[in-house]
């Protein structure tokens, strides 16, 4: 059984190739990350551009690697939402051509879903579970039933954690995105040199942006005063304490609901501090961590043919896109979590 995933969600055109639910035969993915860099984050109007650019080609490279053709895929999932609208309406309608034109059935997918699924390709997850999930627009801390329900435990009422890790990097004037610069800088600096504010908010929610607004405003008091500070000094302190909140709350969500496994999942689970802290707190309280491997981490059509996959496996056909317009598919993009 073969499963064409698309994802066009944000910044990257991606398309991935699952064969038989296991087997990744490849996962193309074009990142428009150095575009967008010059203005510090992603521009929607020029990401959808270049979605409809690049989707082709990254569909040709994608069959030659897995050493498939059209005629071979059985059914093609497609990230229908959480994401830039026009960005995801380039996904949709490719999907929807693809579909219409081979008569194969189109599976829609949950971005944010996909990528706890993503945990799957590397890794057996057993339900229910708590999935951690940590990205660009989302964080959330979320039950994952046996029956593969996804239950809100708690998110964030502000920013997301991705977007505070963007925007810290974009007043230290790092580059973008943000998460894997301040990362590296951790290791660089004094951890302990800003004391940055904990959060005032329910025991499974989180809150950002006064996290995000006391950086901001220690580094423009500084360059207002003239005085010298180290980059790598406030993006440790603020590293430490935001994967201590997340760490803590992760844990403790898992600990209450009585699952002895957590998943991460999101941009941000590829995060090294977040990982390696979250296992040594799992190891502590008897608690299984799993997070996948890098490239999975970030947007990729892998996670989103994996998410199809286990869709059609709990639903059946139920899950396909319903077929109108004359055997058009249509998908709706609202969407929960
Ligand atoms: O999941 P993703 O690729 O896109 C969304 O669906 O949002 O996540 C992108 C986010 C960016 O905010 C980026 O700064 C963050 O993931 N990120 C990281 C790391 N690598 C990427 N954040 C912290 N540490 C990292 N190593
Ligand atoms: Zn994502």
Redesign the pocket.
């Known amino acids: 059984m073969i499963i064409l995933g698309i994802e066009t ?2 910044d ?1 055109t991606s398309i991935g190739i699952l064969k038989d639910g296991k087997e990744i035969l490849t996962n193309k993915i074009s990142s428009q990350i150095d575009i967008h860099k010059e203005f510090g984050g992603v521009v929607p109007e020029i990401a959808s551009r270049h979605h409809i650019k690049n989707i082709v080609a990254v569909l040709e490279e994608a069959l030659e690697e897995a050493k498939i053709t059209l005629d071979d895929v059985d059914y093609i999932a497609v990230t229908y939402a959480p ?1 830039l609208i026009g960005a995801l309406l380039v996904g949709i309608s490719f999907a929807k051509g693809l579909a219409y034109g081979r008569k194969i059935p189109i599976i829609p997918v949950h ?1 944010i879903k996909a ?1 706890i699924y993503g945990n799957f390709i590397e890794s057996e997850i057993t339900f229910p579970t708590i999935a951690l999930i940590v ?4 964080t959330n801390i979320v039950l994952v039933t046996e029956k593969h329900e996804f239950i809100n435990i708690g998110g964030t009422l502000d920013d ?4 505070t ?2 925007k810290v ?1 974009r007043v230290l004037g790092i580059g973008y ?4 610069v ?2 590296k800088m951790y290791y660089q600096g004094d951890s302990s040199y800003l004391k940055i504010p904990e959060p005032k908010v329910g025991e499974f929610d989180f809150s950002f942006s006064g996290i995000k607004t006391s950086v901001i405003n220690f580094v423009n008091q500084k360059k207002m005063k003239n005085e010298s500070f180290k980059n790598e000094d406030i993006a440790a302190s603020f590293q430490k304490k935001v994967v201590e909140i997340l760490v803590k709350k992760s844990i403790k969500a898992a600990q209450e609901k009585n699952i002895k496994n957590i998943v991460l999942a ?3 689970a ?3 501090l ?1 990982r390696s802290e979250l296992v040594s707190a799992g190891n502590k309280n008897g608690i299984t961590i799993t997070y996948p491997k890098f490239e999975y ?3 990729n059509g892998a996670m989103i043919a994996m998410a199809g996959y286990h869709k059609l496996m709990t639903r059946g056909k139920e899950c396909f896109a319903p077929l109108e317009l004359n055997g058009v598919a249509s998908l709706s993009m609202e969407y929960d979590i």
């Open positions: 969600s944000c990257e994401g971005h990528h990205s660009g627009g989302h997301a954690v991705g977007e890790y963007d990097a995105p943000g998460g894997p301040i990362d999101g941009g941000v590829a995060n090294s977040l981490c970030t947007d």
